[in-house]
């Protein structure tokens, strides 16, 4: 899909004042711009968010890892460390109805920015903060990356085969989860300062993210204090379900419940397992996943990947592909449901987007505008706020804001 204009979304008329950098904060402020709010991503002169420097570049101030999770926003680059760069941000705020903020917790404060002293300015304000370990407790000013709050949520505990290394999740899966609630928390807090004038602090973390993730693994731990370990891709508690050979590669097969196990034997030729004392019960086929997985393959190894998919399909069982990132976006289903977006752009040309992953019916999320240059929008924020075009001349000489010195395209 390729987008050329789109209509204001839900969160249209929400200002967002967008202090992250990297890739929680961003995300969660990602997920407000698709749906409409106006993000002005504040960003430090000196280089911007460094995310801007990491993994492949592009061209001038932007990464690809940038480009994937700024999408939507409007960059004002502005000094935070001076007097007057902190009086600007302070007179933003009286216009803004959020904050969001992932620096380790006591900076804000240490700024004269903290929660207490914006919500003297603007009592309303929803002032979000994302970061390691949270902001009360014992490891509060620890810092905190996604491959730290793996390994002290328990997520790498349980990732991986049994008699492994340690493994953390393929993607920073604490990263973009604690983006993730803090969207929603802020979403939440909004409703409630726009029925009632109250504002409020949201407060979430890496290592929160991913504890939150345990669901299968917390709850056998509290319900018979077994501690789980690895799995490779099986199931915490039923089978067959993981990943099995077949003659050219591998299949990902969920027949976890009793009507669905009994379609798999009778599609596959071995209908004489349904009865068979082993794997009768679904409790039996979990204690014996290893011998049940072995059988399986015997069968799964006589025919190619695209035979079996194409026969459980017809029998009703849940199984699918493993894709590589090129096969993903070229899966029919991925592509109707939108999740790559193009973008052209008049400086960078066609930027491949992931799409926005959930659906309004009448006022969807949008990719309207890619990833803004470091200070491309300072002048323009600031005027349109109240600030004097002498004001923001005075500023740029000052060096306390960062114009962007290019073409100015693709805003």
């Known amino acids: 899909m390729t987008v050329s204009s789109a209509a204001a979304g839900p969160l249209s008329g929400m200002v967002t004042l967008d202090l992250t950098q990297i890739l929680a904060g961003p995300m969660c402020t990602m997920v407000l711009a698709d749906m409409g709010a106006d993000v002005i991503k504040v960003e430090k002169p000196q280089g911007g968010d460094d995310n801007r420097r990491m993994g492949p570049p592009f061209i001038k101030d932007w990464s690809a890892g940038f480009l994937a999770v700024n999408r939507n926003k409007r960059s004002l680059a502005l000094d935070l460390r001076s007097d007057a760069g902190r009086g600007v941000f302070r007179r933003l705020v009286e216009g803004a109805d959020v904050v969001v903020e992932n620096f380790r917790p006591g900076v804000m404060e240490r700024l004269g920015l903290g929660y207490g002293e914006l919500a003297g300015i603007k009592p309303g304000l929803v002032y979000c903060t994302i970061s390691g370990f949270g ?59 726009l029925r009632t004038g109250e504002g409020q602090l949201v407060d979430t973390s890496l290592m929160e993210a991913g504890v939150a993730y345990t669901v299968w693994e917390s709850s056998v731990y509290f319900a018979e204090g077994e501690i789980p370990g690895p799995l490779g891709s099986a199931h915490r508690i039923s089978a067959p379900y993981q990943a099995l050979r077949t003659r050219d590669g591998y299949l990902n097969l969920g027949a976890a419940t009793q009507p669905t196990w009994e379609q798999l034997c009778r599609a596959i030729g071995l209908a004489g397992l349904i009865e068979d004392e082993r794997f009768r019960a679904p409790w039996d086929r979990k204690a014996r996943e290893g011998e049940l997985a072995a059988l399986l393959e015997e069968t799964f190894a006589t025919q190619d990947t695209a035979h079996w998919l194409e026969l459980l399909d017809e029998a009703g069982v849940v199984a699918g592909p493993i894709y590589n990132m090129e096969q993903v976006y070229s899966d029919p289903q991925v592509l109707a449901r939108e999740m790559l977006v193009d973008t052209q ?7 491949h987007n992931i799409g926005v992953p959930v659906k309004l019916s009448a006022t969807p999320g949008s990719i309207r505008r890619r990833a803004p240059a470091l200070g491309q929008h300072s002048a323009e924020v600031l005027l349109e706020r109240g600030f004097t075009q002498g004001e923001v001349d005075g500023l740029l000489a000052e060096g306390v804001i960062l114009a962007d010195q290019g073409s100015g395209l693709g805003r």
């Open 345 to 351: 752009d008049p400086e960078l040309g066609t930027i």
């Open 135 to 193: 902001s009360t407790g014992p490891a509060r000013n620890r810092g905190g990356f996604d491959l730290v709050a793996q390994g002290v949520s328990g997520l790498m505990s349980i990732t991986g085969h049994p008699n492994s290394p340690p493994a953390k999740v393929g993607v920073p899966v604490t990263d973009l989860t604690a983006g993730l609630f803090a969207a929603n928390g802020i979403m939440a807090a909004y409703i409630h300062a």
